[in-house]
RNA sequence: CGGGGCGUAGCGCAGUCUGGUAGCGCGUCUGCUUUGGGAGCAGAAAGCCGUAGGUUCAAAUCCUAUCGCCCCGACCA
């Protein structure tokens, strides 16, 4: 490609509205537009390197045995209501009516979809298994989209199903996505963990995601560095000998007190104003678990995992309750919050079990209680396991310390099981002619998030770095001086022949100045640079760079296309 | 959803408080010079000042409504 004729326009300025890396650098470089909130036009360049992305996808799928096909992206909302999701999904499904006023949603992700055409074709335990995938735009009405491709509402995503007759195969179904899955990141040339994951409110029973590591990433995941443990924050357990489940009344605990705490509200403020232990006062939390108020007790320097409170209640919508709800439940404001004397059902982390004579609120502003004993003082409905997990904790297998990084969710793999096969009659008939659901995994990646991770990952202060295999293209060749012929002639002839030579050129034969040419040759991020100038033509050399090196080398004119073959080559075997 | 910020030329912004001819930088176009890390000079084009009402002799500026975009929060008791 020319880039005098192309469709690419860097900008010197970062756009303002922009904070991570990757979306400032795909905004200078010309890699996307933005039309809305979370909604992008994918240029050139970005749209390259998703092709790319997505021919790495569609080899692994393919060899691992999926096949591909294309749903509509439309679809009536009768088989959400069937699956339950029309009333559960909220607002993320963007929902509208056609002319004879139907129900239509655009399909945020398409268990319905494929659930609803599987049933139709698969009837015998002969025809599994099957596994069908697909690359296509999803719509998310987000509640705050963000961070360019990181969090679009408008994004392209893959999205496999398979349909097994039993679990036991279903296993081996999952089992084949998650290798497909290791392959496919690898081979993008990311740096990633496959992670044990919650199965949010897709369902099923267990997940992993897979998260490129990377400072800017939202997610928290814990790995352990000797037994190979890892897990996204949310889902990690730890290890913890505490198993008792029911107060012991320690006798020494004197009577409790209530006492003035003025301004300290905090847990740690309470401890310092005090001079107690964080560890020895009880954090008090209120929740609204789908509408009713719940309070959570917890140790004061332990926090709180949502997802597994929201297992234990058995609800699907979990919030904190807001400040003037508190007052109301409680009858006083955050910061003097107690499990004493209240008609909410209190649940308590197994932690509050080991806890004698210890501090809480008293329910009475800016007042706390001293030597409250557990089990003398309040009942619980529970004591259960609701500790989220942080580095330095014990691994729940081995007990070595975990490490905590952070990373950005760019695909996840479910074993669904049969939520949407048995309310969607998704069944077959087996050997002895009995009528069974299928038993469904789901798999995700987000196509163009890979392409913002990759970016999170592999970029400097002059621009992006991208690997071989996703660049969008693989050389660029820079002539020096347009106005002079023995110049713009051989880089002419180097650019037609490495393009014969099937290497993917971007030939800079702008006319401009050969600093504009460097300062917009880093940013694009191709790999390598093949610099054309009047001084070392005249030793018969051009110099050739890969963008992440400071210095060139000088080669050859007539050895500089089987020399950049060789290396494009090298670099797509190393993975 | 709550809180904050912002909509003026393709991009980044000033002008708004205190109403009175629409400005600056980058980019774009023309010409000359320059030519290995975002060149210099000279000239030029380009704006329903987000939208709709209102106040006024007069509105980017004041008032009302509305639309849009960005950021923050959703571990804090």
């Keep these: ?71 509509p992206m439309v679809q009536p909302g009768e088989i959400w209501m069937q699956s339950g999701r029309w009333e559960h999904y909220g607002k993320e499904l963007l929902r509208f009516r056609d002319r004879k006023d139907q129900d239509y949603c655009l399909s945020p992700t398409h268990e319905e979809g494929v659930t ?18 697909q690359i296509q735009d999803k719509f998310r009405d987000e509640i705050r989209p963000r961070a360019g491709l990181m969090r679009g509402r408008e994004f392209i995503m893959k999205d496999g199903y398979s349909f097994d007759v039993s679990f036991d195969a279903a296993e081996i179904s999952y089992k084949k996505m998650y290798d497909a899955y290791s392959r496919i990141f690898k081979r993008c040339g990311l740096e990633f963990r496959a992670v044990e994951a919650d199965s949010g409110n897709i369902g099923g029973s267990h997940s992993h995601e897979f998260q490129v590591l990377a400072q800017t990433g939202e997610d928290r995941i814990l790995s352990c560095p000797k037994c190979g443990y890892a897990a996204n924050e949310e889902k990690a357990e730890v290890r913890r000998d505490l198993h008792d489940t029911a107060f012991t009344v320690s006798a020494a605990t004197p009577a409790r007190e209530e006492v003035f705490t003025g301004n300290a509200h905090s847990i740690d403020e ?39 409170l929201a297992h234990v209640l058995g609800c699907t919508q979990l919030v ?114 009995e009528s069974k659901p299928c038993v469904m995994g789901c798999y995700g990646i987000g ?13 400097d202060d002059n621009g992006i770095n991208f690997p071989t295999a996703i660049a969008p293209y693989q050389v660029i060749v820079a002539p020096m001086l347009m106005k002079s012929e023995t110049v713009t002639a051989t880089a002419d002839r180097i650019y037609e022949e490495l393009t014969r030579a099937g290497i993917e050129v971007l030939y800079d034969d702008r006319d401009v100045r050969a600093g504009v040419k460097f300062k917009d040759d880093d940013l694009l991020g191709i790999p390598y640079r093949i610099t054309i100038g009047e001084r070392n033509l005249a030793e018969g050399k051009v110099e050739f760079k890969h963008r992440a090196d400071k210095d060139n080398e000088k080669i050859d004119v007539s050895e500089i296309v089987e020399y950049v073959k060789s290396r494009i080559q090298a670099d797509l075997k190393a993975v």
């Excluded at 609803?116 to 995938?133: A, D, E, T």
């Excluded at 008293?362 to 997990?389: M, Q, S, T």
């Excluded at 196509?447 to 970029?459: D, K």
Aim: charged fraction near 20%.
């Design 1 to 71: 490609m020319r880039y005098s004729q192309a469709f690419i326009f860097t900008r010197k300025e970062t756009p303002v509205d922009a904070e991570l890396p990757s979306h400032q650098l795909m905004l200078r470089a010309g890699y996307i537009d933005q039309l809305t909130a979370g909604v992008y036009t994918l240029m050139p360049l970005a749209w390259r390197s998703v092709q790319k992305i997505e021919h790495i996808i569609r080899e692994e799928m393919n060899a691992a045995g999926a096949q591909e096909i294309l749903l």
């Design 116 to 133: 609803n055409l599987v049933r139709n074709y698969i009837n015998s335990y002969r025809q599994l298994p099957m596994n069908l995938y």
């Design 270 to 308: 309470v401890a310092a104003f005090l001079k107690i232990s964080p560890e020895n006062s009880i954090k008090t939390l209120v929740y609204l678990a789908d509408g009713e108020p719940v309070v959570i007790l917890m140790r004061g320097n332990d926090n709180l995992n949502e997802i597994k």
């Design 320 to 433: 904190m309750a807001s400040d003037s709800a508190i007052e109301e439940i409680m009858g006083a404001k955050p910061g003097a919050l107690g499990p004493i004397g209240i008609k909410v059902p209190v649940y308590a982390d197994l932690a509050v079990a080991t806890m004698h004579d210890c501090v809480c609120g008293a329910n009475h502003d800016d007042h706390h209680f001293l030597h409250v004993e557990p089990g003398r003082d309040f009942e619980v409905k529970a004591i259960v396991d609701l500790l989220l997990a942080q580095a330095g904790d014990p691994c729940p297998h081995c007990g070595e310390s975990l490490q905590g990084f952070r990373g950005i969710e760019v695909g996840h793999v479910f074993l669904l099981g049969t939520k949407y096969s048995a309310p969607m009659g998704a069944v077959f008939l087996d050997e002895k002619g």
């Design 447 to 459: 196509v163009t998030r890979v392409l913002a991770a990759a970016i999170e990952q592999y970029h």
